[in-house]
C-alpha cells in the first residue's frame, strides 16, 4: 500500500508540475530515488583531478571551478576521494557516510586548514515543495585563511544595496571547513533576482568581500563557496573569492572583489 500510495503521489504530482511549469523533483520530495552526487573543483591553482565514488572513477580530468552535474548512485556506505588527474594515490578521502536515497549530495576539493588538498561533503535532504519555484541557497567556507578572528557572515543583498548596517546574513556564523544550513539540513530559499554577495566576519559589519552583480534564477541550486585568492600555499589573511556553484554542470562562476 505504501508503494502504491507513493506512485498516485508521484504521479499526481508530475501532472500538476507539467500544467504548471514546476522545476522541482518529484522522486527527491518523495525520497524513492537513487542518491545523486555532484562533484566541485575548488582549490584555486589545483592541479585537475579525478573524482571517486567508492573507488570507481565518477568525474574525471576536473579543473579548478568544475562543477559536474549531480550523478546518481547506489544508497548505502559510500566513500568520496579525487586524486592529481592521471595519479593513483588519493589527495583526499571522505569519511564513509550512509547515503540516502531522495538526498543531494556535495562533494568538495578544497585547500585543507593546514594548507594541504582535503575533502568536505555536504548532504542535502531536498525538502522543497513540489509547487515551490523559489531558488535554494546554501554556503560553505573553504577559505581558512579568513578566520583569524573566527567564522564569517554572508550575505545576498540586492544589487547596489550593499549597506549591511541593518541587514540580517542569510548565512551566518559559517566556520571554516562548515556549510550554513548546516550537512543533512534543508537549504535557505530565496527569490530570484540580481544580487551581490557581502561577506564579513561573523558579527561584524565590515566587509571583507563584496561580490559584483550576480542573477540568482528561480529553481537555482546554489552553493556560495568562499575560498582562499590563490593555491595550496596562500596564507594572506581575508584575502578570499567566492565560486558559486549552480545545478547545471560545467564551469561555476568566480567571483572576486568588485
Not at 588538498?117 to 577559505?143: E, H
Not at 600555499?233 to 564551469?251: E, K, R
Amino acid at each position: 500500500m505504501k508503494l502504491l500510495k507513493c506512485l498516485i503521489l508521484a504521479a499526481a504530482a508530475a501532472t500538476v508540475l507539467s500544467a504548471c511549469g514546476g522545476g522541482n523533483s518529484v522522486g527527491e520530495e518523495l525520497g524513492i530515488t537513487k542518491p545523486s552526487v555532484r562533484y566541485i573543483h575548488a582549490i584555486p591553482s589545483g592541479p585537475n583531478v579525478d573524482f571517486y565514488n567508492n573507488n570507481v572513477i565518477a568525474e574525471s580530468n576536473a579543473a579548478y571551478s568544475s562543477v559536474s552535474a549531480y550523478n546518481t548512485f547506489s544508497s548505502g556506505a559510500t566513500t568520496l576521494s579525487y586524486n592529481a588527474t592521471g595519479s593513483t594515490a588519493a589527495l583526499a578521502t571522505s569519511p564513509t557516510f550512509n547515503a540516502a536515497n531522495g538526498h543531494l549530495y556535495t562533494a568538495l576539493a578544497i585547500v585543507g586548514s593546514s594548507a594541504i588538498p582535503a575533502m568536505a561533503v555536504i548532504d542535502d535532504p531536498f525538502d522543497k515543495g513540489l509547487l515551490n519555484n523559489q531558488a535554494r541557497v546554501r554556503a560553505f567556507n573553504a577559505s581558512y585563511n579568513a578566520n583569524a578572528v573566527g567564522p564569517i557572515d554572508i550575505y545576498l543583498v540586492p544589487v547596489g544595496n550593499t549597506n549591511i548596517a541593518s541587514a540580517t546574513p542569510q548565512m551566518a556564523n559559517v566556520g571554516y571547513g562548515a556549510a550554513v544550513p548546516a550537512s543533512g539540513q534543508d537549504s535557505v530559499y530565496l527569490n530570484g533576482g540580481s544580487y551581490q554577495i557581502v561577506i564579513t566576519h561573523a558579527g561584524s559589519k565590515t566587509a571583507i568581500f563584496t561580490s559584483t552583480g550576480v542573477s540568482l534564477a528561480n529553481n537555482a541550486d546554489w552553493l556560495v563557496t568562499t575560498l582562499p585568492t590563490g593555491g595550496l600555499g596562500t596564507v594572506t589573511p581575508d584575502s578570499i573569492q567566492v565560486l558559486v556553484a549552480n545545478n547545471a554542470g560545467g564551469n561555476g562562476t568566480v567571483l572576486t572583489p568588485q
